[in-house]
């Protein structure tokens, strides 16, 4: 069975970082592009951050480019996400997803992530 | 980026009735449409790709359809566990965009 366990959110200043972490299992996790997907409170999803199998490529929106940085440790099957300077526009639960070429085909069960003073 | 406009916003349907709800892309995204179901308080599990591919334990009832521009999701037999906002995605271009959901519920 795929699980993806998400953790490291909490409660953080604005200008301040934090890093999220997502162990893998159930599947052979270097064979799979990652991601990480974002969804403020009542609101849609936004997609965050994708990662190559190997980790070599990484692939950002504008909204976050500069300011996350996307990794994995295939030794450990664990995605990461180092978000600095972070924002209030960047509340949001965040969940780590697994990538296809076709869909988001796993969903970890989300950490949320709140920014606020 | 290319758009990704649903509607209806939220639907109200009586169990056993038929329901649609409706994805158009900004431009041609040849068939790379995803559609997810997001239970409440739940994460977003994946139900269709490629338009019209069933993903593994999707009930029957569930169908897609379109191709171009506008694509379709059916929910036949409207069963109560089908309550969840709906969101379409698109898979052709990067950034991989979705759209702002349709909230379904139960008569």
């Known amino acids: 069975e795929v699980q993806l366990v998400e953790t490291g959110g909490g409660l953080v200043q604005p200008g301040r970082s934090l890093k999220l972490s997502c162990v893998a299992s159930?599947?052979?996790?270097?064979?799979?592009?990652m991601s990480w997907t974002r969804q403020a409170p009542g609101k849609g999803l936004e997609w965050v951050a994708s990662?190559?199998?190997?980790?070599?490529?990484?692939y950002y929106p504008d909204s976050v480019k500069g300011r996350f940085t996307i990794s994995r440790d295939n030794a450990q099957n664990t995605l990461y996400l180092q978000m600095n300077s972070l924002r209030s526009e960047d509340t949001a639960t965040y969940y780590c997803?697994?990538?296809?070429?076709?869909?988001?085909?796993?969903w970890g069960q989300g950490v949320m992530v709140t920014v606020s003073s | 980026d290319i758009q990704m406009t649903q509607s209806p916003a939220s639907l109200s349907a009586s169990l056993g009735e038929t329901v649609t709800i409706e994805c158009l892309a900004s431009?041609?995204?040849?068939?790379?449409l995803a559609w997810y179901q997001q239970k409440p308080g739940k994460s977003p599990q994946l139900l269709i790709y490629?338009?019209?591919s069933l993903n593994d334990g999707v009930p029957s009832r569930f169908s897609g359809s379109g191709s171009g521009t506008q694509y379709s999701l059916k929910i036949n037999s409207l069963q109560s566990e089908d309550v969840s906002i709906y969101f379409c995605?698109?898979?052709?271009?990067?950034?991989?965009?979705f759209g702002s959901g349709t909230k379904l519920e139960i008569k």
């Open positions: 990662i190559t199998n190997s980790g070599g490529s990484t």
């Open positions: 997803t697994r990538a296809t070429t076709v869909a988001f085909d796993y």
């Open positions: 995605q698109q898979n052709y271009d990067s950034p991989p965009t």
């Open positions: 159930g599947f052979t996790f270097n064979n799979y592009w």
């Open positions: 490629y338009a019209n």
């Open positions: 431009e041609d995204i040849y068939s790379n």
